[in-house]
């Protein structure tokens, strides 16, 4: 559950919202001008959403990392260090042009 708050309340009304937060666990969305800016959450609610971006994040790499595999399984490791030596000697070139 969540509610909902304007500045000037939440000024008013900080150390009780906070209360609120930390010992019922609900959440405030602070507006301004009617417009949501914020939200109040407890900490460990945020750090449930922390570690749930973080495993989107490692999902979506892994997934990643998946599909490049897949799409280079015909390599031998010969190509494939063949392929990174090209690339990290276009890299420092490029990077030799634009520092110059």
């Known amino acids: 559950m969540h509610k909902i708050v304007g500045i000037p309340e939440l000024r008013q009304r900080l150390h009780d919202i906070v209360e609120e937060v930390v010992q019922e666990h609900t959440a405030y969305l602070v507006e301004r001008d009617s417009h949501p ?33 897949e799409q280079n399984a015909h390599l031998t490791e010969e190509e494939v260090d063949r392929i990174v030596a090209e690339t990290e000697a276009e890299l420092r070139a490029e990077q030799t042009r634009q520092a110059s």
């Open 37 to 69: 800016e914020a939200a109040l959450v407890s900490y460990q609610d945020y750090l449930r959403l922390q570690a749930l971006k973080e495993q989107e994040v490692l999902s979506r790499f892994n997934a990643a990392w998946r599909r490049i595999g």
